[in-house]
């Protein structure tokens, strides 16, 4: 599951999903953004802003929870995701524009699930060769035309105030790009 779909972090997300074989659950505040993640390839869309994450996920994974969830949202979502992940599953924290979560750690031993930060900044040796085979993989499925980031708004660089905050607000959808 993807949380955060409609952006452009989590539209990315749906197309490695899809193209590395998963069936992709996206989850989004709105109608919008839901139907850019369909049009992306999401096999399933979640509307979040209307409650009930986890009886929705539920539902779709024969009562089961998914097996990893990519939390790009942060905040009550995340929560709401650490009780609909399945036994064992990995709960990827992507970012937190929604707020920090505390979280109940019983939930984690509960679901026997791993929590797993993603963050790509200073990193020792050994993760950045990691990190530069992943690099190596996306680039084959960009070049294999099987993902293919969505630039939905460009701005000048005037404009990048407003580019900004569409982000900050989360009303941007898909990769918001600022011409220099």
Request: with cysteine.
């Given at each position: ?63 089961l929870g998914a097996d ?27 970012g937190f524009p929604a ?82």
């Amino acid at each position: 599951m993807v949380t955060g779909a409609g952006g452009g972090v989590g539209t990315t997300a749906i197309e490695i999903g899809k193209a590395m074989g998963a069936r992709v659950i996206a989850a989004a505040s709105n109608q919008e953004k839901l139907d850019i993640a369909k049009r992306l390839g999401a096999d399933e869309v979640i509307n979040y802003g209307d409650g009930e994450l986890k009886e929705k996920v539920k539902a779709l994974t024969d009562g089961l929870g998914a097996d990893v969830i990519y939390d790009a949202v942060g905040g009550d979502i995340f929560l709401q995701c650490m009780r609909c992940i399945n036994w064992d599953g990995r709960v990827l924290v992507i970012g937190f524009p929604a707020g920090i979560p505390k979280v109940p750690t019983n939930l984690a031993l509960l679901k026997g699930c791993s929590i797993v930060g993603v963050f790509g900044e200073v990193l020792p040796a050994e993760s950045q060769k990691k990190i530069q085979k992943n690099f190596q993989e996306l680039f084959a499925l960009h070049a294999e035309g099987k993902i293919k980031p969505e630039i939905t708004k460009s701005y000048t660089l005037d404009n990048a105030v407003e580019a900004i905050k569409s982000l900050e607000d989360r009303t941007a959808t898909g990769k918001v790009v600022i011409e220099i």
